[in-house]
């Protein structure tokens, strides 16, 4: 009975704690979670700890350009019906934090991990996943990011011949692209609001038809695969047919996407929707997201979008005019550093709503609101633009660094 | 401009919108009405004719395969060449600007031929791309504010004889060709490597562009007070270090 019934080598124990006594150094110092550092540090000191800490769990990698956080979170709250779970439930999503986070918990039989979209095909490598849930692929970031279609490819290149089930959302053509170079995938009709980064075919370069909700290349014929689960308004339908409904405390069609695609990963491991979605209605705020908080005796809801994909869900799900709206955008190393995209996001769906701008680059937003002919007010910060708002409970939509800067002041 | 109606034309928005640059139709549209003057917007997708009856074309940067894809589809099409002899304006960005030339490097690596309407070459540059806040003088003659922009590209773009820079830049490379030239005209096309986008960072690029379809010389004033501010703020951010 030697080291066979431990799947930790020595000198990976040994990685696992230094990256813990760093961790606990980092918080200390004030530095955040501290969980990326010590994930950092154990992978310098074995580099195939990922591999070994993910080697006896079943696991899911979750990735996409939006919603990869609260899909996580929704994924482990179901999967916890039929074991523990370990999950990077903080959104750090490189492999550093991912080690950070599976090192934290010894006795769980299920990893779920968020994965950013460039880090999946090395991921998926290393932890040899079971399953794969793939959302969405959009714009995002492009003065640092890989271009979109480049993101689709490499995925496509990793994840062909995994052993993974692969749920991904035949809806989005890109992720159709990137999936279908895979053996075993399960297609959720998620649907999509955003479309302006697939008008062009990803695997031949036609022209992208796309009557209703339906796509195909007029060119090629890569189309729109049959879905066998799909979302239905407020419901699930799974592959027989039946129609299960959602109760969620996470508002919009694109949580509601969420919850179908993470009903499909449980299924997978053996989880009927039913319960699955049942244990859904616990997710409440995700770090912080969607959270609603009070503000100088005002309700304030935070709301996080990060790019033209996400504010256009984001808008669907604000509540209607004239409740007002602070809007707040940076262009910080971690947001992107250029700003152009605000321009790819249609403002006069916010046409009705009192709106206040604010945040590092309120003048960007100030011309850009000026040019689709909206009514607003620059403001300093949060103070002055809650003080600024009309009564109501004000919808808060904020880019990432923003986001954080706005829990940071309301003290989330 | 016939008819009344000033017609501003948005080439392959599914190929060349994926930086922004749809803003400069906006901003366009936005400061044409502002003149009372009625604007018909037309999307034309890489499927569809390019109609050769337009007042103002406006091209956007785009990634390296859908560029490939525009100026093959462009270069088939003709309606471009069309419109430029019928007095039309085009401005170009970056991707958009580069197939505007006589060619690029396509995402194959091999020369593509552009369109010959600028006349400029664009290479790949060796060193690493280019990307941050310029601050750029736009040639006298046009007699136009500093040019400010964001640049986001790997090109390097080499002017000849009959292209015109369209500024010099003070921070940022411009065209990448060491001499300090960004962007390039030649009588009514224009073609630069500049986000932002860039007409709503300088909105009087654009009111130089409706000036030229309406041929006059001045245009009712606007107010411009957020435009100013949002100048003023990001060309004292190009001048800090980084």
């Known amino acids: ?412 | 401009m016939s008819d009344n109606q000033l017609r501003v034309v948005w080439i392959y928005p599914d190929l060349l919108s994926t930086y922004g640059d749809q803003g400069n139709v906006l901003v366009v549209e936005r400061r044409a009405r502002q003149r009372r003057l009625d604007v018909a917007r037309l999307d034309v997708r890489s499927d569809q004719p390019i109609p050769t009856s337009g007042d103002i074309y406006l091209i956007g940067g785009g990634e390296d395969r859908p560029q490939r894809l525009a100026a093959e589809r462009l270069r088939r099409d003709g309606g471009l060449h069309r419109a430029v002899e019928n007095g039309a304006i085009v401005f170009s960005v970056c991707a958009g600007y580069q197939i505007l030339g006589h060619e690029f490097i396509n995402d194959l690596g091999q020369r593509e031929p552009g369109l010959g309407l600028l006349d400029v070459v664009s290479v790949r540059g060796e060193g690493a791309r280019c990307v941050g806040d310029v601050l750029a003088d736009i040639d006298p003659r046009l007699g136009l504010p500093p040019l400010t922009g964001f640049e986001n590209h790997q090109g390097v773009t080499h002017l000849g004889p009959t292209a015109r820079p369209l500024a010099q830049v003070k921070l940022g490379n411009g065209n990448g060709t060491g001499d300090g030239t960004e962007g390039a005209y030649n009588d009514t096309v224009f073609g630069t490597y500049m986000h932002g986008p860039v007409l709503a960072r300088n909105p009087l690029i654009a009111d130089l562009l409706l000036k030229l379809a309406l041929d006059v010389n001045a245009l009712p004033p606007t107010d411009d007070h957020w435009y100013e501010a949002l100048r003023n703020e990001r060309i004292t951010a190009a001048q800090q270090p980084a």
Not at chain 1, 72 to 91: C, D, H, Q
Not at chain 1, 232 to 255: C, E, F, T, Y
């Open chain 1, 1 to 412: 009975m030697s080291g066979n019934s431990d799947p930790l080598t020595p000198r990976a124990k040994l990685a696992v704690t230094a990256g813990k006594a760093v961790a606990a150094a980092s918080r200390a110092a004030g530095r955040g979670s501290g969980s990326v550092i010590g994930g950092r540090v154990a992978l310098k000191l074995d580099p195939d700890l990922l591999a070994r800490l993910a080697q006896n769990l079943d696991v899911t990698l979750v990735s996409a350009t939006n919603g990869k956080t609260t899909t996580t979170r929704l994924i482990a709250e179901a999967l916890g019906a039929a074991g523990p779970v370990v999950s990077n439930a903080l959104g750090a999503n490189m492999p550093a934090g991912i080690t950070s986070a599976l090192a934290g918990s010894s006795d769980a039989r299920y990893g779920v991990i968020e994965v950013d979209e460039k880090y999946l095909a090395g991921v998926a490598r290393d932890t040899d996943p079971k399953c794969i849930a793939l959302l969405n692929l959009s714009r995002d970031q492009l003065d640092r990011a890989a271009e979109t279609r480049m993101l689709a490819e490499n995925w496509r290149e990793g994840l062909a011949g995994s052993k993974a089930v692969i749920v991904a959302n035949a809806d989005d053509p890109l992720v159709v692209w990137a999936a279908s170079s895979s053996p075993n995938v399960i297609w959720v009709a998620a649907g999509q609001m955003w479309k302006d980064d697939a008008w062009s075919c990803p695997s031949c370069g036609g022209v992208m038809q796309r009557p209703g909700d339906d796509w195909f290349c007029g060119e090629c014929g890569f189309r729109r695969p049959t879905p066998s689960w799909a979302l239905s308004g407020d419901h699930v339908l799974d592959p027989h047919g039946s129609a299960w409904p959602i109760h969620l405390q996470l508002p919009g069609r694109a949580n509601k996407a969420n919850a179908a695609s993470s009903a499909a990963v449980a299924a997978v491991f053996g989880v009927p929707p039913q319960v699955a979605l049942e244990r859904m209605w616990r997710v409440q705020a995700v770090a912080g997201r969607y959270d609603i908080v009070q503000f100088q005796q005002r309700d304030l809801r935070l709301l996080l979008a990060k790019n033209p994909a996400g504010w256009l869900e984001t808008f669907s799900l604000i509540d209607p005019p004239p409740t007002p709206v602070i809007l707040s955008v940076n262009a910080r190393s971690a947001d992107g550093t250029d700003t152009s995209w605000l321009w790819d996001v249609d403002y006069t769906r916010l046409s009705g709503h009192p709106i206040c701008v604010i945040g590092d680059r309120k003048l960007d937003l100030a011309v850009r609101l000026e040019v689709a002919n909206q009514n607003f007010q620059v403001c300093e910060n949060l103070d002055q633009a809650v003080q600024m708002s009309p009564p109501g409970r004000i919808e808060v939509i904020a880019n990432y660094t923003a986001f954080q800067d706005l829990r940071r002041r309301v003290g989330n």
